[in-house]
């Protein structure tokens, strides 16, 4: 018998692994092939079945297209031009300022007084407590709330207190993100009503910035540190400024990290449901509210739910592909050897 | 334009990296800082560069104080270890960088990079990337980055630790005439003392943050301050044992030898090196023992032996802190044969005899 290169299977193994592996991709793809078909099946046909061959099983019919496309027409329409808005935009911001923040945290050596943060803390308590007891209106309670922090960090700048450091703030702003957006769903709502940009497109970007913006610094942070250091001196000796070095070095060589992460939260944007739900209610809508809109005083329409699930993942899936050879890149990252 | 480190200390923390390092360059001097791991040497040309603050003390660039200005404004090129190529860049893009930075046009930075490229022969590579280089090609590309920017100051932080051994002869070379050729004052890190010796005008060897000694090549091999400096230059080091000195001579269990200097010292430490001694027959020689291998080196035979009685010992550069080398080491004629574990003796010549003190220091008549 031929002596086995190491890593080569055997036959066995090798029909064993790939029936595994045959087997998970009918699992994972099944589901989408069955939302395609479904999309094109009358109503009558979804609840008897289950049928699983269009022109064998069951005649496929478009009336299901047709009513989301031409009788809803705007409807549909405007949900999904909602959800790319909101989507790209929230991401374009997430990633600009949480690359940053991960930059900073990664190259800048920041301690701050454990002092500052309590005497902030209790400014902030005492600005809430201004609000809740109504005796004042909320602009200036947060000038009062701002002016006592100013005023006591001043005042106690030379008492002495222990410091924190980089590995604190950085946990801090991922933790941010362990707590589950929904817990602030309603104190948002009630935030943004006084404001008054309650089912608007603001509203829910500023909602889905922050909270994805933790996501990227804890992605961004581990790209970042894993450049060479001495890459960015070389350049810092070379004359550029801090600003220069992180356009011209950095971000060209976290570029794989910064498609994967682009990429992670726009998904994360695209799919999200209960925030958007709070937010919004006619205006604002976006497309996951429209799907589980679909689910009406009649029972599930699978149908027409399965039109609009289709094309809110295409979007995803083109994307996907485009950025797949940057993304496996990104998350093969190995050492970077300058 | 010299480059001054005036008293610079520096602590990371609690611990202290180096101690009131003083040193002036001279213009155009080639100055090579010399130490083994931990010895401070990185950390003194990374303040020069800016790139650490001092915990106290003053850099100075020609007459200007530095040591509050921003790196990128003092006018320094430096070459790290790791070359630090951008690796997202042609050879062309990184040698121009600094260029392009500063402002300059297309066709000035085209032209300068062109002319330092001919100069260390990569005119054929600039549109390569560096990771289509080999390591001799991306250290001349370091090289030629630093070069373009004509700096006050060349800092170079072991270039040449990364190339094969062959290479690195030639580079060292190179880079010699280079710097001769140019006339910039070069501050130069390595923990290789053969480098050190080929390369510098002058040598600052450092050892734990405190400067041990600063002079040229020839004055740290013939007459080394102190017993670290001593054991560290040189290949192989240098001889030492651990005796007593009385009666114009040094006593230990291995034999008496003869140095000429009038003190009674009850610790001394005499240093020989291997091409001031002799092997000569042990009846009548200073010291006598046992051959203990002989190993041709091509020029030369260098002989190994076990002394009577005393151990040799090996000065581990903290005070009063000996360990023990295993043997003394000859220099004799490369036509020298002698059969192993014979008796023999070796007699000293009286002017290589270096003499320090119980804690080290050098003994100067």
């Known amino acids: 018998m031929r002596e086995r290169r190491l890593g080569e299977m055997s036959p066995l193994t090798k029909l064993v692994v790939y029936t595994l592996l045959i087997g998970w991709s009918l699992v994972v793809l099944f589901p989408l092939y069955w939302v395609v078909i479904t999309s094109v099946k009358l109503p009558g046909q979804v609840g008897d079945g289950p049928d699983y061959l269009p022109f064998i099983d069951f005649m496929p019919s478009l009336h299901a297209w047709r009513y989301i496309f031409v009788d809803l027409g705007s409807d549909t329409f405007r949900p999904y031009l909602n959800s ?70 001043l005042a106690l700048s030379r008492v002495r207190s222990p410091r924190l450091g980089n590995a604190d703030i950085l946990f801090w702003v991922i933790s941010q993100r362990i707590l589950p957006p929904v817990v602030a769903a309603l104190p948002i709502y009630i935030m943004f009503q006084q404001i008054g940009i309650l089912d608007t497109h603001l509203a829910i970007i500023l909602t889905y910035t922050t909270v994805n913006m933790p996501i990227v610094v804890w992605l961004m942070y581990d790209f970042f540190a894993s450049i060479p250091i001495d890459i960015e001196e070389s350049a810092e000796l070379d004359g550029a400024s801090r600003f220069r070095i992180f356009r011209e070095m950095v971000l060209p060589l976290a570029k794989p990290g910064l498609a994967a992460t682009s990429l992670l939260v726009l998904i994360l944007s695209w799919n999200e449901y209960l925030l958007a739900l709070f937010l919004s209610t006619a205006k604002a809508q976006t497309i996951p509210l429209l799907v589980a809109a679909q689910n009406a005083t009649r029972g599930p329409q699978w149908w027409y739910m399965s039109v609009l699930i289709v094309i809110m993942i295409v979007p995803v899936v083109l994307l996907t592909i485009l950025l797949q050879r940057l993304i496996a890149k990104g998350l093969l990252l190995g050492a970077v050897k300058g | 334009m010299t480059v001054v480190l005036d008293r610079v200390s520096k602590s ?143 800092l170079m932080d072991e270039p040449l630790s990364n190339l094969d051994a062959k290479l690195r002869g030639h580079m060292r070379t190179e880079l010699r005439r280079m710097q001769h050729d140019l006339g910039i004052t070069t501050v130069y890190v390595t923990h290789d003392q053969i480098e050190a010796m080929t390369l510098a005008d002058r040598v600052a060897i450092l050892e734990q943050g405190v400067l041990q000694q600063l ?19 040189g290949s192989p080091p240098m001889n030492q044992l651990h005796g007593r000195h009385e009666n114009g001579r040094f006593v230990n269990e291995a034999g008496t030898i003869d140095t000429g200097l009038q003190r009674t010292l009850d610790r001394v430490t005499l240093g020989i090196r291997p091409e001031d001694c002799r092997i000569v027959d042990a009846s009548t020689s200073a010291l006598s023992g046992r051959l203990y291998a002989l190993e041709l080196i091509g020029d030369h035979v260098l002989a190994s032996v076990t002394l009577d009685g005393s151990v040799p010992v090996k000065h581990t550069g903290k005070t009063d802190a000996f360990i023990t080398a295993d043997t003394f080491a000859v220099k004799m004629p490369k036509d020298y044969a002698a059969p192993i574990d014979a008796r023999v003796g070796i007699d000293v010549a009286v002017e290589g005899i270096r003499l320090f003190s119980g804690d080290g220091e050098r003994l100067r008549r």
């Open chain 1, 84 to 153: 790319l808005i909101i989507a790209s935009t929230s991401t374009v911001l997430a990633m600009s300022v949480g690359a940053c923040a991960a930059y900073a945290l990664a190259r800048l050596h920041f301690r701050p007084r454990l002092l500052s943060i309590v005497l902030f803390l209790v400014a902030l308590g005492i600005g809430v407590w201004m609000i809740g007891s109504g005796l004042v209106g909320w602009p200036i309670a947060a000038a009062s709330g701002l002016a006592i922090f100013v005023i006591s960090v």
């Open chain 2, 12 to 154: 990371f923390g609690r611990v202290e990296v180096l101690r009131e390092l003083d040193v002036t360059t001279g213009d155009g001097e080639f100055l090579v800082l010399l130490g083994a791991s931990g010895s401070g040497k990185t950390t003194a040309l990374r303040m020069i560069a800016g790139l650490e603050s001092t915990t106290s003390g003053r850099v100075l660039i020609g007459e200007r104080d530095v040591t509050q200005v921003l790196p990128k404004n003092r006018d320094v090129a430096m070459v790290f270890q790791s070359y630090a190529l951008y690796p997202h860049k042609s050879v062309a893009e990184n040698i121009g960088y600094p260029l392009r930075v500063r402002g300059e046009s297309r066709g000035e930075i085209d032209r300068q990079v062109g002319e330092v490229a001919a100069q260390v022969q990569l005119d054929a590579l600039l549109e390569r990337y560096p990771r289509q280089l080999s390591g001799g090609q991306r250290q001349r590309v370091a090289l030629a980055r630093a070069m373009v920017r004509r700096p006050a100051a060349f």
């Open chain 2, 215 to 233: 002079g040229t090549p020839r004055e740290i091999y013939e007459d080394p301050a102190n017993l670290f400096v001593a054991g560290f230059i």
